[in-house]
Structure formats: C-alpha cells, structure tokens
C-alpha cells in the first residue's frame, strides 16, 4: 500500500507511528492499533479503521474516571471521522463496534463503506 494513504490515518490520530512488526500504533498508551500487513487498497485500510478502532471509540475503558474514558473515546471517534469523511455519534459507533467491530463481519464493512457508510443498511443486516 502506498504510504501517502496510510499517512491519512496518521494525520487524523496524531502521535501514531508504524513499529517494527508493520502495525499502524494509534494511541500506544491504550494499546489501540491494527496491522496493515494485509492492507492492499484503501478500501482495506478503511475497513480495519472501522473494525479495530470502533471498539476504542465508543466501549473501551482505560481509567476509573468516566469523564477520561469519554473523552479518549472522543479522540478515536474524532479520528476515525476526521479520516472518513463521517460524522458518526458515539450511539453510531457503538452500532458500529457491535455489528463491525473486531472483525467479525468484513463483508458486511465493505458493504458498509461502499454504500457512503448507511448506517440503516447496519439495521437492516441483523
């Protein structure tokens, strides 16, 4: 993949780096992160976008403040939105978390992000 289109992502989560094992490390403090072993395309890098980072923005608990965890949320649905043109709410993105999120359903991603992100074709697909 060419690395201008990783360099997106990148842009959106500042602070991110790519270690030594080829993983694109989002926020090394939580641990949020996926590989781009297997991204070929961009439609590959936006997929685990939605797939590996979903969980960090809308479920994840990282302190004993409920105001910290909030806000990291924030952070990682700002980036995932600020990369993919969206505008996605934390209600959106738990429903993307539970339907998308660790890769349970990559068909369903793909459908997911070529459709313009259709936040009814999720409902539609239980």
Avoid: P
């Avoid at 505008?87 to 459709?115: H, P, W």
């Amino acid at each position: 993949m060419e690395f201008e289109k990783i360099q997106k992502v990148m842009i959106c989560f500042q602070g991110s780096f790519i270690n030594h094992n080829n993983e694109l490390i989002i926020n090394k403090k939580i641990n949020s992160y996926f590989l781009l072993e297997d991204c070929k395309t961009e439609l590959d890098l936006k997929r685990k976008v939605l797939e590996w980072l979903s969980r960090n923005a809308s479920k994840s608990i990282y302190s004993h403040l409920d105001r910290l965890n909030k806000l990291m949320q924030k952070w990682h649905r700002d980036g995932i939105n600020a990369y993919l043109g969206t505008s996605f709410t934390a209600e959106d993105m738990e429903q993307i978390y539970c339907r998308l999120g660790n890769a349970v359903n990559s068909e369903l991603c793909v459908k997911f992000i070529e459709s313009g992100y259709d936040m009814a074709l999720l409902e539609r697909e239980k």
